[in-house]
């Protein structure tokens, strides 16, 4: 894995992204889809992409759009 130091604003990079999710942010939260919802299948798909990425920022969009997506007879938080 290749590693760069910016010593001048103080964060370190990585050309690999880091195959441990973070435990902040609800990414261990994965609502259910909705049984023949277009968009909740469409973001199902697109969480998949994202974790095989390990690109946790669209993970837990993913999962935030999921649980406050509207369907009759389910509560959005």
């Given at each position: 894995?290749?590693?760069?130091?910016?010593?001048?604003?103080?964060?370190?990079?990585?050309?690999e992204p880091d195959p441990?999710?973070?435990?902040?942010?609800?990414?261990?939260?994965?609502?259910?889809?909705?049984?023949?919802?277009?968009?909740c299948t469409a973001l199902v798909e697109e969480r998949a992409d994202a974790l095989e990425a390990c690109d946790w920022r669209t993970v837990v969009s993913c999962n935030n759009e999921l649980r406050n997506h509207p369907h009759a007879g389910r509560d959005v938080q």
């Open positions: 894995m290749g590693v760069e130091i910016h010593t001048d604003i103080g964060w370190l990079a990585t050309s441990n999710p973070p435990t902040v942010g609800g990414i261990s939260d994965f609502p259910e889809p909705a049984a023949r919802c277009k968009v």
